[in-house]
């Protein structure tokens, strides 16, 4: 089972990649790599209580607030961020829309949809800073609609002109 330190070391490469696909209009990636942060900073969280949840369905019923026998439930803003967050990334990598049931068509993503994972992320981020004292460099948002879409920057996003 990784270590809450090895978790960690993936969430900052992580956002080493972030930084980077930010510098480019790869909303895809934008999304799928802000998603995968959040699931290594879950994880960070759960080696801290021994656990190590591999599936979704795992992870959601590790972090649902009314979960109350769960220790590593988590406030239910971040657990709605974090839920958020994966829809967002299964959209981006499969077209697919996990709130709508029509198959019929492919569900894009946009601008709004990057500025979305930028907010859920953050909140995250914040949330497991403070509890465990971790710090993140600010990541520059430099594709004007994306930057447009946010309006101001974040904990850990900056906007930043084109």
């Known amino acids: 089972m990784p270590s809450f330190k090895e978790h960690l070391i993936q969430v900052r490469s992580n956002w080493q990649a972030l930084q980077l696909a930010f510098a480019t209009e790869c ?3 934008q999304i799928t790599i802000c998603f995968y942060s959040a699931y ?3 994880q960070a969280h759960f080696a801290k ?3 190590h949840h591999v599936s979704h369905n795992e992870v959601k019923a590790a972090t649902d607030p009314e979960n109350k026998k769960s220790k590593t439930r988590l406030k239910a803003d971040i657990f709605t961020a974090y839920e958020e ?3 967002l990334s299964r959209r981006a990598r499969y077209l697919f ?3 709508n049931p029509d198959r019929s068509k492919a569900y894009l ?3 709004t949809h990057a500025a979305a994972a930028i907010q859920h992320l953050n909140s995250i981020a914040v949330y ?3 509890k465990y004292h971790l710090s ?3 990541i520059m948002i430099t594709h004007s609609q994306t930057a447009a879409k946010l309006k101001q920057s974040l904990d850990y996003f900056e906007i930043g002109g084109k």
């Open 97 to 99: 829309d996990g709130k």
């Open 136 to 138: 993140f460099p600010k």
């Open 49 to 51: 209580f021994g656990k």
């Open 128 to 130: 497991f800073s403070k």
């Open 109 to 111: 993503i946009d601008e």
């Open 27 to 29: 909303l895809d990636w």
């Open 85 to 87: 967050l994966q829809v």
């Open 40 to 42: 290594h900073l879950l």
